[in-house]
Nanobody
Framework: HVQLVESGGGLVQAGGSLNLSCAAT????????LGWFRQAPGKEREGVAV????????QYADSVKGRFIISRDKSKMTWSLRMNSLKPEETAMYYC???????????????????RGQGTQVTVSS
């Protein structure tokens, strides 16, 4: 089993920034795709960003490119999401997630992450 714990959500004004962090414990040795996704009430889940554990390759949803930055500390199995220029429509529950994929190229925001955290609320006021 893998346990994921997020932190860092909260309330921010439009245009502001927030940092989210995630820590994974348990059986993490084979897990190589680290990510974040979000879900707002009544909306589908959206993959936001992913990063490969070993080489740090990243991929972002088009909606956040240039504004969000995902990073990781592979030795500690922690990763973060820096969110800049936040928009009200990005209000959602944000989840960190982790998966084992066959290659770095397979670590995409579309991955069906089998493990996720409990979520942290991000609210962007207009």
């Amino acid at each position: 089993h893998v346990q994921l714990v997020e932190s860092g959500g909260g309330l921010v004004q439009a245009g502001g920034s927030l940092n989210l962090s995630c820590a994974a414990t348990g059986k993490t040795n084979i897990l190589n795709c680290l990510g974040w996704f979000r879900q707002a009430p009544g909306k589908e889940r959206e993959g936001v960003a992913v990063i490969t554990r070993i080489d740090g390759g990243t991929q972002y949803a088009d909606s956040v490119k240039g504004r969000f930055i995902i990073s990781r500390d592979k030795s500690k199995m922690t990763w973060s999401l820096r969110m800049n220029s936040l928009k009200p429509e990005e209000t959602a529950m944000y989840y960190c997630a982790v998966a084992a994929v066959s290659s770095g190229a397979s670590c995409r925001t579309s991955v069906g992450f089998p493990s996720r955290g409990q979520g942290t609320q991000v609210t962007v006021s207009s």
